[in-house]
């Protein structure tokens, strides 16, 4: 036999994960987790534990909506976040919110249907919506989110069968629908006969306030969460450990009605295979259990708070007066506007010539806009990095301004 050479072991052993910088550049673009900041010791210990304990259960095929032991642990979990708790057999498990998309648009959509979203929007999600065919139509949003009269105007024009929304530090504007949209948000959709898919992936990471500890509970006060409206069945809110766990987890749940969560429990691939992912199911229960995946997210919170603060202060010293943006009160993302004079293809080879990149706001509009537009994440570096990587972008628009 023929073994593996050695230069494709090599090969494949460096490629682990989905995304890096390149050599000498700081990527602002990358909206994931550094590797330095992952709970190493919280998951180490809850799967310790899950293999000691002996229990057979997660090494077999799982329950259809998803292991029950998790399925209670999240909502026990989410009750003092939300200020409610989320029905348990109401939900669905899954392997992640892009899987959730994916799933929720294959089980209530047909190719040609009608999927509203912001513009801009999570570009990864325009992806999923391709592939099943359907057709996507952008509704303004301003500094408040989704704008409720523009929406109403397309549920008129488009009747749709759903409408995405990322509401809580929204991806990539970083905007937050406050109470009252999100009342009108749902009511609109059902006046209309849609259903809101809530991509509710930041909504626990919000920034502590200044002068608290950055414990679970602390911080901005947030709006109810999209799960509220979940038992009337107008509302599938989508959440995820990829964020405030480890995204290769690849775990999350469906909050929706009890039928709804029957639908997607009943999908071919979730009969076959049964529930998804039972062994990481059993081990992030025990880390909500145990009150360690609490303690982490609180520790998580105040690293993004702080990284968050230094980018913005940073932007402020080092970039022109007329570039203009909002400061998030969590998440991960920084959205900027640029003066018209500055072209952003010639803006972004500039930066990356100085050791910088970001992602430009054309990859998240539906049809070509958002020319004015960056987006730059705090999540993947440090304060000191994220500091020298701003004044590099600041350098490249005196670049590109002569």
């Known amino acids: 036999m023929t073994p593996v050479p050695d230069d494709v072991r090599a090969r494949l052993h460096e490629r682990t994960t989905q995304l890096w910088a390149a050599d000498g550049v700081v990527d602002l673009g990358i909206g994931q987790p550094q590797d330095a900041i992952l709970p190493v010791d919280v998951l180490s210990a809850a799967m310790a534990a899950t293999a000691a304990s002996g229990r057979p259960h997660p090494l077999q095929y799982g329950i259809e909506p998803g292991d029950g032991d998790l399925r209670v642990a999240v909502s026990d979990y989410l009750e003092p976040h939300y200020g409610f708790c989320p029905d348990p057999e109401a939900a669905f498990v899954t392997n992640g919110n892009s899987q959730a998309i994916d799933l929720v648009v294959g089980t209530l959509t047909e190719p040609g249907d009608v999927v509203l979203v912001e513009e801009a929007t999570y570009f990864l999600a325009l992806d999923i919506f391709a592939n099943h065919h359907v057709r996507v139509v952008p509704v303004a949003v301003d500094e408040g989110g989704i704008v409720p009269d523009a929406l109403e105007e397309a549920l008129r024009a488009h009747r749709p069968k759903l409408v995405y929304v990322v509401p809580s530090f929204h991806n990539p504007t970083g905007a937050t629908l406050d109470d009252r949209r999100r009342e009108r948000v749902v009511a609109l959709a059902a006046e209309h006969g849609a259903l809101v898919v809530a991509d509710e992936v930041y909504h626990l990471l919000s920034a502590p306030a200044p002068g608290q500890d950055p414990l679970p509970g602390n911080g901005s006060v947030m709006p109810r969460p999209m799960a509220a409206w979940a038992p009337s069945g107008a509302v599938l809110s989508l959440g995820t ?18 039928d709804l969560a029957r639908r997607l429990a009943m999908r071919g ?15 992030v229960a025990r880390s909500l259990a145990d009150g360690s995946a609490a303690a982490y997210l609180g520790r998580l919170r105040g690293i993004l708070g702080g990284r968050a603060a230094a980018m913005d202060a940073a932007l402020r010293e080092h970039l022109p007066a007329d570039v203009m943006w909002a400061t998030p009160g969590g ?7 640029v003066p018209a004079d500055v072209d952003l293809t010639v803006l972004r080879a500039a930066a990356q010539r100085a050791g910088v990149d970001f992602r430009p706001g054309t990859l ?6 958002q020319t004015d537009r960056l987006r730059l994440s705090f999540a993947y570096y440090d304060e000191e990095t994220i500091v020298r990587a701003v004044a590099a972008l600041g350098r490249a628009f005196a670049t590109v301004r002569g």
Do not use: Q
Request: proline share 7%; hydrophobic share 50%; with cysteine.
């Open 331 to 337: 998440g991960y993302f920084f959205w900027l506007r």
């Open 364 to 369: 998240f509009s539906v049809d070509g806009g």
């Open 269 to 283: 691939f979730v009969v076959s295979g049964g529930g998804l992912n039972p062994l990481v199911c059993a081990v």
């Open 241 to 258: 450990f990829s964020k405030i766990l480890a995204p290769g987890l690849r775990l999350g749940w469906v909050h929706t009605s009890p």
